[in-house]
């Protein structure tokens, strides 16, 4: 039996651009019900919160919107949707102002009572907004807050959206959910829904976002038939920690330590930065230094524990622990002092680049259905500058909030057939039919392994073929896995859940790598180690029965033009 719940604006998620879309939805009209799905707990799940950086925006001349733009672009490889981008960049300072006055965000502040910016990489100005070490906790929750004061905002708490589904007329309708709790299935139905799901490359070995994320979105709009572009651009962070024997491997220390001045070293002592991009060092884009700790590393000038060591303690004690609290607490929690001596770091798969084709009011190919934040692709094109995800989640979904709200003027509640959901709740619970048998878990450590061997930071065509064909005995091996227990909070069940959208996404990341012959931002490619000299082009897959349909397609210059293709390849030798 599945539950039925009747909603206006249906948000999948609530990270920055789900509670942004929710809150601007809400507040269109408090005739509107706002139905927020989330897979923890409200304001405690999620990747959102667990970035300490910053927020990019513009206010302070010489900084101004053309520089933005162009940075973006640049870092981007020029492969970027150059609308989305302004869209970014000019919305942006007036969505930081509203946090602050409408939310009750706090920002750090200059002596002379104006915003706080700093330094970050990529960047030719002072632009990242923040709050200590502590950036996004602080918006995320003042949004969280916020969203628990409205009356016509409904919380599914600790619940997934296992399928979007469809009316007849192949209009968006809502999404089938399961309540992690108990185990029940409900079809909530929607007028408008929105994708705010995060991204998560928790199919990789080594990663630094939240461990409940599974790229569940943007594997739910693959298998709705949606576009996606850019899904071969994975961003690889350089300062994950280095914990041995310990989960914590990989989380991340900001950004903001290379801004502010910090050295990376490798094992034996050498500032290697100045081998791979002797301008900028570090604070060169995160796919170069990312790449370029990958490679001191895998050539035997790592440390011992296989990492590189970051180094801010020449900047004094006193201003590592005022300026970057929140890092320095993180150190010390597994014994490490970051005021105080160097500490050791490697890359670590951070974010996703690539996602739903979108417009500029965040609307899919389908009708009724929107999408926001990392489950988008288009802003961040091969590389995502730091400081731009959390302008880009609040930013987008508070534009998907208020055109949702309009959509859903006049439009009826979709009807949907029962058979629908049905097969939907038949296609979740299939493991449990099972019951115990194979491994599961051998089967995620299998992805994880290929996926950083073959499909990581440095790539050839022979290695994506393989991963490929490992991707496909995987997925073979989960329809044959079951599941002991019974369905309320079964945490095997979930993982075989988050597994089967891992290797959906997984999928489409190396299928896009092995189509991109060439080396752009994030994708390296050993057997194309530079920039197709007929410029930039976006990688598009959608699904094709049961393959997936590869498209290259031209990049729309609307706003700025690449300077040459050498500029936008930064190959490593």
Not at 35 to 42: A, D, I, N, P, S
Not at 129 to 152: F, K, P, Q, Y
Not at 228 to 254: K, W, Y
Not at 364 to 374: H, K, P, Q, Y
């Amino acid at each position: 039996m599945t539950n039925l719940v009747d909603v206006d604006v249906l948000v999948l998620g609530a990270g920055g651009a789900g509670l942004c879309a929710a809150l601007h939805a809400a507040d269109a009209s408090a005739r509107l019900s706002v139905g927020v799905v989330v897979k923890g707990l409200l304001g405690r799940a999620g990747c959102t919160r667990m970035v300490q950086g910053g927020y990019n925006a513009v206010f302070t001349p010489p900084d101004s919107h053309d520089a933005h733009v162009r940075d973006t672009l640049e870092g981007g490889g020029f492969i970027n949707d150059q609308e989305l981008v302004w869209t970014l960049v000019r919305e942006a300072p007036g969505r930081v102002l509203e946090l602050e006055s409408r939310y009750g965000c706090l920002f750090d502040r200059t002596p002379e009572g104006r915003i706080h910016q700093k330094p970050f990489a990529g960047q030719t100005h002072d632009r990242t907004i923040h709050t200590a070490g502590l950036t996004v906790i602080e918006i995320m929750n003042r949004l969280a807050e916020d969203a628990g004061t409205r009356a016509n905002i409904r919380v599914f708490e600790e619940a997934r959206a296992v399928e979007l589904v469809l009316d007849e007329g192949g209009r968006a309708a809502g999404a089938v959910v399961l309540d992690m709790r108990t185990g029940a299935f409900t079809l909530v139905r929607a007028r408008a829904t929105l994708l705010a799901m995060g991204g998560g490359p928790t199919m990789y070995r080594i990663f630094a976002c939240s461990a409940d994320k599974s790229s569940d979105g943007i594997a739910l709009a693959y298998r709705a038939g949606l576009p996606l572009r850019d899904m071969e651009m994975v961003q690889f962070h350089p300062t994950g920690l280095v914990i041995p024997g310990s989960l914590m491997t990989g989380a991340l220390l900001e950004e903001g330590l290379r801004g502010a001045g910090g050295h990376l070293r490798n094992g034996h002592g050498e500032r290697f930065m100045a081998r791979y991009d002797a301008a900028r060092m570090e604070r060169s884009t995160r796919d170069l230094v990312s790449r370029a700790s990958f490679l001191e590393i895998s050539e035997g000038r790592g440390t011992a524990n296989g990492g590189v060591w970051i180094d801010v303690s020449h900047l004094g004690a006193e201003v590592v622990e005022r300026n970057f609290r929140g890092m320095v607490k993180r150190c010390r929690d597994f014994g490490r002092d970051l005021a105080r001596g160097p500490v050791e770091v490697g890359p670590t798969t951070h974010f996703m680049m690539g996602g739903v084709v979108i417009d500029c009011d965040c609307r899919t190919a389908i009708d009724g259905l929107f999408a926001a934040g990392e489950d988008a692709g288009g802003v961040h094109g091969a590389n995502r500058l730091g400081g731009n995800g959390v302008a880009e989640s609040t930013v987008f979904g508070g534009i998907a909030g208020d055109v949702m709200a309009q959509a859903v003027v006049g439009r009826r509640v979709p009807t949907v057939a029962a058979s629908t959901a049905a097969a939907a709740v038949t296609r979740a619970r299939a493991p449990l039919a099972r019951g115990a048998g194979g491994d599961l878990y051998a089967l995620q450590r299998t992805l994880r392994d290929v996926m950083w061997d073959q499909v990581g930071l440095v790539r050839d065509g022979d290695g994506l073929r393989d991963a490929v064909a490992v991707i496909d005995r995987v997925d073979a091996g989960l329809t044959a896995v079951g599941v002991p227990g019974g369905t309320a909070f079964n945490i095997a069940w979930h993982d075989w859940l988050n597994l089967v959208n891992q290797v959906t996404v997984a999928r489409l990341i190396a299928t896009s790598a092995a189509e991109r012959r060439e080396s752009r931002g994030a994708h390296y490619r050993r057997d194309f180690p530079t920039a197709d000299p007929d410029g930039p082009y976006v990688i598009r897959v959608r699904r094709d029965g049961e393959a997936i349909a590869v498209a290259r397609m031209p990049v729309a210059f609307t706003r700025a033009t690449p300077p040459s293709t050498a500029a936008v390849a930064a190959p490593v030798d």
